[in-house]
């Protein structure tokens, strides 16, 4: 949950970057015909929202509303207490509060001429929430929109790479405290949470796999700020199946260039994964940092998609043995023209 | 969020207590479903609301979503996001079998309901289900009815049972050893959000899964709770903190608030206002008890001295809100006649500004008992001071 630190630094992210960010999602609005876009956020999936306002949905659920000109406005369920913390930590200045999302749209569009309402990436919303706005918006044409944000997040601009690059750092150096030799799984958590919260995370996530031969796999997914990184690693000496894992996490980052196909990324790969145990199915994956924050599960593995330059994401190799146990392998990376830059990971 | 499985056997045999659990658990569920008319009963866990696939699997997935079908007769079935979720929730043994759930293309929810071809389906946090799912339930059984089953599976966790309590009561000692970590590392200097850094470190060496929790500083500026900031502690604030750890997959709430040095008339009178509330709120807890008369039992004191205005909206929220697999079950607030039966757990916590010293948070869990109410933390309830710092 989002519970480490939450602050609004100007030095971090110029005003002129946030203003870009709103901007921009307009003029994809007005070539959409949008002429208000509605994102959804709930304390688990909140990152579009971040990005263009710096909101940290701690608790609960918000839709932020973008009118095709203009400032943008939050709607949300918490109370005006918790609204003046949320107007001096983000750049929202306009807020409007009541108890469901449907009437808190309605509210908003009064006034305004009948249009175009989309729903940014509308195949996550609630279907309840988007069926009510339907419902309660007549005259509106309500369209279902792709992940129009999330898009704009792909590539990070240089102050989001920067703010990366310390993220991998600090989580790099937690992650290595915490895979020493002797330690507990007690200890590996207590390490990352004091090193990544006391680091200035907001969130974090670690998790632990083993297999039947006693081996485990230790990650961490976390958030600074509103960006994520991620690594798993495997404890122990490396010797046997896991350093075949790690073999295959290093030929697919090395593959994670400029141009690259995914799926690429799994064919570096296979040659040191065919020497696996009988039984074992790995997958190898690339996770866009935008999508850090649930793990990549809401989007399909497009083995075509192409990497762009400036990427950042996590690439990992998972394991399901036959035996029912599991692992997994994973760095964060930036995709350049030659070879990758490590945001975690040794060779950083 | 941690998840730490060994491979098992499969079809691995629970323990009689987790199989006498788990067939008091199908029974509530289905005399439920059968007084509803409710064929298959499926609940859905986005990352923030998992309560009911702990419910029914004992397994908090560490996917980004996570179902659990339960059809009129027979095994549930369990899918999640993410593969590891599949061995955990097989490991356990609470499920009969468990799937992929890939929100691109759901085909294998569709499979598995269009094999049972239910008439009516009742889903829990039908509020929260994706549009992408929602659609592929409703192409899976298009004759059936579909209506919410949320409150089905509230009512259902709202008496817990000896099994869960005595996880409650782990959790109740998880508690007092962070709010321990918590007092130990105030000092002028420390930044918000270090305080949290060392709590959740203490907490998760204890083996908590989880935590949630809330924190302010400052004197009597401070109206609310949030997520820490990087402000820096002085001598003389009053540190406030709602700490919710989750042990075995039951969370429990301690409130409290210390001083960074001694403390002042103001917040020493603060903690009295809020003591008696707390008490006064003890005192009506018995089998039967309302939510509304918990929450008017503590608010009458704040109106006894003037500050009853201070329980409104515009200060605060809820007067405590119930406990289990969910941090904040159902709300102690004046006007939510819930009946709150025998071995139901909540929080009664009176947190509000007031202009005495601010926003102050003193709370503590408490169990229905036959005759009244078993509190659940030792944790002293005083005002806490730190050292000597002037």
């Known amino acids: 949950m989002k519970r480490g630190l939450h602050v609004l630094d100007p030095a971090e992210t110029p005003d002129q970057e946030w203003q870009e960010r709103v901007a921009t999602l307009q003029r ?31 608790w609960n659920e918000g839709v932020l509303a973008i009118p095709a000109d203009g400032s943008v406005t939050f709607l949300t369920k918490l109370s005006l207490r918790v609204q003046n913390w949320m107007r001096a930590s983000s750049k929202v200045t306009e807020f409007s509060g009541g108890k469901n999302f449907a009437e808190l749209v309605a509210k908003y569009l009064v006034g305004r001429k009948n249009g175009t309402l989309g729903l940014v990436d509308a195949a996550l919303w609630p279907a309840d929430v988007a069926g009510e706005i339907v419902a309660t918006v007549p005259g509106w044409e309500v369209r279902r929109l792709d992940g129009l944000v999330r898009e704009q997040r792909l590539v990070p601009s240089a102050t989001e790479t920067e703010l990366l690059r310390a993220a991998g750092r600090i989580l790099d150096d937690a992650a290595a405290k915490a895979t020493v030799e002797g330690s507990t799984a007690g200890s590996r958590v207590e390490t990352v949470e004091r090193a990544l919260r006391g680091g200035g995370f907001l969130d974090l996530y670690p998790s632990s796999l083993s297999t039947s031969d006693g081996v485990t796999s230790f990650g961490v997914t976390g958030q600074y700020r509103m960006h994520w990184v991620h690594a798993s690693r495997v404890l122990g000496d490396g010797v046997g199946w896991p350093g075949v894992l790690q073999d295959a996490l290093s030929a697919a980052i090395s593959a994670a260039r400029t141009g690259a196909t995914v799926g ?32 990549g599960e809401f989007r399909a593995q497009d083995p075509a998609a192409v990497l762009a330059d400036g990427e950042a994401g996590a690439v990992s190799v998972e394991v399901a043995f036959a035996d029912g146990g599991n692992a997994a392998v994973a760095e964060t990376v930036r995709v350049t023209e030659g070879e990758p830059e490590h945001l975690t990971g040794a060779q950083r | 969020m941690t998840i730490d499985h060994a491979p098992a ?9 987790d199989r006498a659990e788990l067939r008091l658990r199908h029974g509530k569920i289905r005399d439920a479903m059968a007084d509803q008319g409710l064929d298959v009963v499926l609940a859905y866990g986005p990352a923030w609301r998992r309560e009911n696939i702990r419910y029914f699997t004992d397994v908090t997935p560490a996917g980004s979503a996570a179902l659990v079908v339960l059809p009129a007769e027979g095994d549930a079935v369990a899918f999640s996001t993410r593969p590891s979720d599949l061995t955990a929730f097989t490991a356990q043994g609470w ?18 309901l269009k094999e049972l071809a239910p008439r009516r389906i009742g889903i829990a946090h039908h509020e929260l289900v994706p549009l992408v799912l929602m659609e592929t ?79 302010a500083s400052g004197r009597d500026e401070v109206r609310g709770m949030t997520p820490p900031g990087d402000r820096l502690l002085e001598a003389g604030d009053m540190v406030r903190t709602e700490l919710t750890p989750k042990m075995d997959g039951y969370w429990l709430q301690i409130c409290r608030s210390a001083v960074v040095g001694k403390a002042d008339d103001g917040q020493r009178k603060s903690f009295d206002l809020f003591n008696e509330a707390v008490e006064a709120g003890i005192s009506v807890v018995r089998p039967g008890v309302t939510a509304h008369e918990v929450a008017v039992a503590e608010n009458d004191v704040f109106r006894k001295y003037g500050y009853g205005e201070y329980c409104t909206s515009q200060y605060t929220r809820v007067r405590g809100h119930g406990h289990g697999l969910h941090l904040d079950e159902t709300p102690i607030i004046e006007g939510n006649h819930t009946v709150l039966p025998e071995n139901s757990v909540f929080i009664i916590h009176p947190n509000t500004y ?30 806490f001071e730190t050292g000597d710092v002037a």
Not at chain 2, 9 to 17: H, I, T
């Open chain 2, 354 to 383: 007031t202009p005495l010293a601010g926003y102050h948070v003193l709370g503590d869990p408490v169990r229905v008992t036959g005759d009244g109410c078993e509190v659940l933390i030792t944790t002293e309830r005083k005002l």
């Open chain 2, 137 to 215: 339930i409703r192409a899976a059984a298009p004759a059936a009815e579909v209506v919410p089953a949320t409150k089905l599976l509230d009512t259902a966790r709202l008496v817990k049972s000896e099994w869960e309590l005595a996880r409650m009561r782990r959790s109740a000692v998880v508690c007092a050893a962070g709010w321990e970590a918590f007092v130990d590392v105030l000092e002028p200097g420390l930044p918000e959000y270090r305080i949290v850094a060392e709590v959740e470190a203490r907490l998760k060496n204890l083996g908590a899964e989880d935590n949630f929790m809330l924190i």
């Open chain 2, 9 to 17: 056997p499969a079809g691995a045999a629970l323990s009689a207590e």
């Open chain 1, 264 to 295: 690429s990324l799994a064919e570096a790969a296979a040659p040191a994964l065919a020497k696996l145990p009988d039984g074992a199915e790995a997958e190898v994956r690339w996770v866009n940092q935008a999508d850090l924050s649930t793990g």
């Open chain 1, 28 to 58: 994809t609005m007005a070539a959409q015909g949008i002429d208000v876009a509605l994102v959804y956020g709930d304390v688990s999936r909140s990152d579009d929202l971040a990005y263009l306002t710096n909101l940290c949905l701690y």
């Open chain 2, 95 to 112: 499920v009969g079998e468990a799937r992929r759930l890939d929100p691109a293309n759901p085909a294998e929810l569709g499979v598995v």
